[in-house]
Every structure is written in C-alpha cells, then in structure tokens.
C-alpha cells in the first residue's frame, strides 16, 4: 500500500515541462462488489483514457493524472503527466472505505497544488472523479466537510458517478453536485468523455470555466436519477 508520505515529488519534471497543470484524480471504487464484469471494464475504459490522453500532444503535457483506489485505499498512481500515464490494472477486494479515499485524494491535490506554487506553475482547478457500485462502509463526515468547503473555495471540483448496485442518495449526500448514474457498464464512453472534457479544459486560458459536452444526453453516457 503506498501513503501519502511515500508519494514522490520530482522538481525537475518543471523544468523539463513548465507548462500549466491540469490535475484530476481518479478516485476509483475496487471493492469486492466490483469483481467480475465491472472490474474487467473499469480497466478497460483506463486502457482507453490512456489513449486519447496521449492523441492530444498539448493536453498530454498540461493534464496530469492520479489515481487513489479505495478497497483498501491506496495511491495507485501518484501525480504524472498524461505523457507518461499508463492504464494500472486494478482487482477488486475489500470493502468501500469511501470516506477516507476522498479524503486522502484531497490531500494529494492540496500537496500538489503546493509543489505547483513552490515552482511557478500554474494550474487549472483540479478535479477530484469518484466512480463507485456501492455505499461507504466507513464515516463520511469529514469527507463531506471536505467536499463542500472545497468546493465554496474553488479548490476543487468534486464528480461523482454510480455504477450498478451504488446508493445514489448516498452519494447525492456527500457531492454537492448531482451525481450521475452510469449507463450499464459504459465505461469505455465515460473515459472517452473524460479524456475530452480534460483536453478541452487544458486548452483553455486558467481563469476560464469552457463548456462541455453533456455526459446525459441522449448519446451520452450517464443517467440522471
């Protein structure tokens, strides 16, 4: 398991790239209740991101990506450029300790925002997108403190997306955001989307908030409960 206190941080990584970040944590659900079908394609869909992140030669140098599992929870993936993200492949164990995931990936985003300010990089919000098929086995209070403090401080923004069998008023009381039921096992669509929605983000001037594509039309890949 790897902590916090363990991720590394290399300065030189900005001075070989001194382009504006665009942090995203992946904060992924790989409790016991996702084995199976839902494990094989959450790793596929990670395939796919890994892809189209790499396409877009401007986007693969400004987005960087993290991922925190939580059944248990661990820093799978600490902070890289898309450039250099490659798909993990993730097994599904354990229970759903929600509450602390959240949590640890705000700390990774607050740590890492510093490491952008002690080298004059700048960044765009960073995003924190949780995908879950169940309920919080541990106590979410202070995670959703977190959420909702960070958000009013634009220190993050918080999505939060239910796969089949997830309580979505669960989820609905830790986001302030509505979160989004995915369509079936449509994470191939969903990382797709993410990847573009990232791109467009990271072509855009910091202080902007750009339009994205709506995860819930008809062709889309979520549903709202």
């Known amino acids: 398991m790897t902590t916090l206190d363990q991720v590394p941080f290399d300065n030189m990584e900005f001075a070989d790239n001194p ?18 079908d839902k494990i094989r394609e959450l790793n596929a869909g990670l395939v796919e991101f890994a892809m189209q992140l790499r396409a877009d030669a401007m986007a693969s140098k400004r987005i960087e990506i993290a991922i925190v599992t939580f059944g248990p929870v661990e820093v799978v993936q600490p902070f890289v450029t898309a450039d250099s993200f ?13 509450g602390a995931a959240i949590v640890s990936a705000a700390d990774l985003i607050a740590r890492r925002k510093r490491s952008y300010r002690e080298n ?7 995003w924190i997108f949780m995908i ?14 977190v959420i909702k403090q960070s958000e009013r401080a634009k220190s ?6 239910g796969v089949a069998g997830a309580d979505m008023n669960a989820l609905g009381h830790i986001s302030v955001r509505q979160p989004l039921r995915l369509k079936g096992l449509a994470f191939n669509k969903l990382f797709v989307w993410l990847s573009h929605s990232l791109s467009t983000v990271s072509r855009s001037q910091i ?19």
């Open 19 to 36: 382009e504006p970040r665009c942090p995203c944590v992946l904060l992924l659900d790989t409790s016991e209740s996702m084995d199976g």
């Open 86 to 98: 490659t798909a993990p492949e993730l097994k599904a164990s354990g229970n759903t300790p929600m």
């Open 132 to 145: 879950s098929d169940g309920e919080p086995t541990d106590d979410v209070r202070r995670a959703q403190d």
């Open 156 to 161: 993050f923004m918080f999505y939060c997306v």
């Open 120 to 126: 004059g990089i700048g960044y765009y919000r960073p």
């Open 207 to 225: 202080s902007d908030t750009p339009a994205l594509d709506n995860p819930a039309s008809p062709s889309g890949w979520a549903l709202v409960d």
